[in-house]
């Protein structure tokens, strides 16, 4: 009630009973419209027990491509852990003003945004939150009363990890979304962040806004880091190679893969041959989903059942 009157509010919640969050057929027609591919068999049974209940809150990840992601699986266990009458989807779409527009009256009630969307969001939201806005990126969209509110977890994600951490000099390994995020958390830790990306320009673009050192890749024996993290997709999936080569890993450095297909990176494997301590990019998946977790429902889940999840 502090934007408005006791009885109003009451009033709002009371039309909230009689009449629903939003309208079944217009849902219907957003879902017709985002999703284009194949969803898995188990979620379309669950989709289609809940189409005609109009009480549901409904989240989804909205990303072109998006529906290799696992964070339905793991919202919609969390909902059903904490009872919450709510549903997690994939939004697949290629065009986030248009996307956006058709949000009204469906029940949406938040959203993670992935790539490439995260940074072509920001002029269609109604507030962004300073934090996000300094990044320049935004993966967390909560909608009240059709008002869209962004917000940056990526770089808590990081942050946390790292509590404990100390040192002088973080070297961050690319200049894209997740390398904006890791400056910002290492400067929040007190780090000085050196940006060295394959494309000299854009690690300059970034250290424009962030007044951090730059450089190429190969640079790295010039830096002598504390930490170093990975924010290149360099090493993910079956992909062999490291971003920088071992050589230059040694004992006392930490260093942080943000790549967490598979857990155990080419990077991480050759930083523990070296003898320095590693943290896997999986931690910065559940801090991450814990405080977008935290903002899009207010609750604080705990992170090692998010462990246990995605274990
Ligand atoms: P992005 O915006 O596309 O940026 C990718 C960066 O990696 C660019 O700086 C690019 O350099 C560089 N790069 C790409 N391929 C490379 C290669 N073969 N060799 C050297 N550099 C290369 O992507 P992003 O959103 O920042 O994500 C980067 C990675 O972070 C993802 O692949 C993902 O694995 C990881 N990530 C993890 C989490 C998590 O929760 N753990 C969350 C977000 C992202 P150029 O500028 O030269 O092209």
Redesign the pocket.
């Known amino acids: 009630t502090s934007m408005t009157t006791a009885e109003e509010a009451a009033l709002r919640v009371l039309d909230k009973i009689e009449n629903g969050i939003c309208d079944p057929q217009k849902r219907r027609e957003l879902f017709a419209s985002v999703i284009k591919t194949d969803i898995p068999s188990g979620e379309k049974i669950h989709l289609k027990r809940i189409s005609d209940d109009r009480d549901i809150f409904l989240y989804g990840i909205f990303g072109y491509p998006c529906m290799h992601s696992k964070s339905p699986g793991i919202y919609n266990r969390l909902f059903a852990d904490y009872g919450m009458p709510a549903h997690y989807t994939w939004f697949e779409h290629p065009d986030p003003g248009a996307f956006l527009q058709s949000l009204p009256n469906t029940g949406v009630r938040g959203l993670s945004v992935t ?1 490439p969307h ?1 940074e072509a969001i920001l002029p269609y939201l109604d507030e962004i939150k300073h934090d996000a806005e300094s990044i320049g990126a935004v993966n967390t969209v909560l909608i009240q009363e059709e008002e869209k509110f962004g917000f940056n977890t ?1 770089w808590k ?1 990081i942050y946390r990890p790292l509590e404990g951490t100390e040192g002088d000099t973080a070297v961050i ?8 995020a890791a400056v910002y958390a290492v400067s929040m830790r007190g780090f000085t962040p050196v940006i060295l ?3 000299r320009d ?1 690690a300059g673009h970034l250290a424009r806004k962030t007044g951090a050192e730059t450089g190429v ?1 190969e640079d790295i024996g010039k830096f002598h880091p504390d930490l170093v993290i990975n ?4 090493g ?1 999936g079956s992909d062999p190679n490291t ?1 920088i080569p071992p050589s230059v890993l040694h004992p006392g450095m930490k260093v942080f893969d ?3 297909t598979p857990r155990d990176t080419p990077l991480l494997q050759a930083a523990l041959a070296a003898g320095c301590s590693v943290i896997p ?2 931690e ?2 559940i801090h ?1 989903l814990a405080e977008q977790f935290r903002i899009l429902t207010g609750i604080e889940t705990p992170v090692f059942r998010l462990r246990e999840m995605l274990a």
């Not at 390994?173 to 904006?180: S, V």
């Not at 924010?231 to 360099?234: D, E, F, H, L, M």
């Open positions: 790539i995260k990526d994600g390994l690319g200049a894209g979304g997740a390398a904006a990306n394959r494309n854009r890749l924010a290149t997709p360099v993910m971003p943000l790549v967490y990019g999986t910065m998946f991450q």
